[in-house]
């Protein structure tokens, strides 16, 4: 394997045109077009609103009609990031698995699939479409409860747009949500159902103010490109806690954020030519730059010893070998 087949260099970036064809081949083409003609037939044919999908923990995930990432976490078979998610719980081995934030939580999904290997799960998500789900799955799972709201580097109140496919933006254009305005702008498939004023809050905050005695052993951050914020606004809590961090984000900024608090940053990243072969990677400040899914940070202490870094390969008809890569990081 040469490592040049996973840096991403002026000769091999994709067009946008083709981040189609890169999705279908990390998924594979027959798991993503069997699964989403049975899931067509659930919801037009049999009028299903809430079809349930079984998670690789034997956890139980709620997919909603109306929500674009449940669907895609259905006909994807739960291959959603490749299976660093995997690693991420890898890294928590021999650790105490007290409290996970699940930030940008959505309808649930990381909450649901994680659900077995934390004592406690709290979720953010500030979209008043996801209400629902998220209350559903408050009544299924006793140790999930969730906030209504923004996080953020800053307590203050914004107004928000709501979606009616469960996203939900900042209305105002100030410098730290520049980028997610964009991403915004770019993701947008809904219509706008509501406007309402919504709080932003830290991590610190409302940890510190809630939780103060109890540990935070795993962050999930995924909030559509305000995710260094976000964890800006929980430093106090990093630094004290130690957990393990899966973020939506690979700057050089967060890599040298994570080594200034002795972190190190990995991410499972494809193969440029084969997109559904996967190698695990360290993020380094350099300028290395790879096709990949979300980093997890970990405290230098806790990183496992025996790394697995070989090559897992999988195929173009049924993409990422989630099999192997379960079986390497459990």
Known sequence: ?????????????????????LYLNQRGYINVFFRSIYLGILKKIFNKKIIKFKTIYNTNYNCFHWDHASSSVFYSNGNLEWGIEYFFIQTLKNRQRNIFLDVGCHTGYFSCLFNSHFKKIIGFEPSSKCVEPLEL??????????FNCFLGNSNKTVVSKQYDD???????????IQSLQLQAISSQRGKVIDEKNIEVKTIDEIMLNNYDSQNISAI????DGIDLEVLKGGLQIIKRDRPSIMIENDSMELRSLMRKINYRTFT????????????????TNNDNKFWNTNSVCVPEEHVPKDLYTKEIKGNFLFGINRKIIFEKFS
């Open 1 to 21: 394997m040469d490592k040049n087949d996973y840096e991403i260099n002026e000769k091999n970036i994709l067009p946008t045109a083709f981040s189609k064809l």
């Open 137 to 146: 799955l408050k009544k299924e799972y006793k140790n999930f409860t969730y």
């Open 166 to 176: 469960g996203k939900a933006f900042i209305k105002e254009n100030t410098k730290d």
């Open 220 to 223: 999930k951050i995924d909030v």
């Open 268 to 283: 499972l990243a494809a193969n440029v030519n084969k997109p559904y072969n996967v190698c695990l990677k360290e993020l």
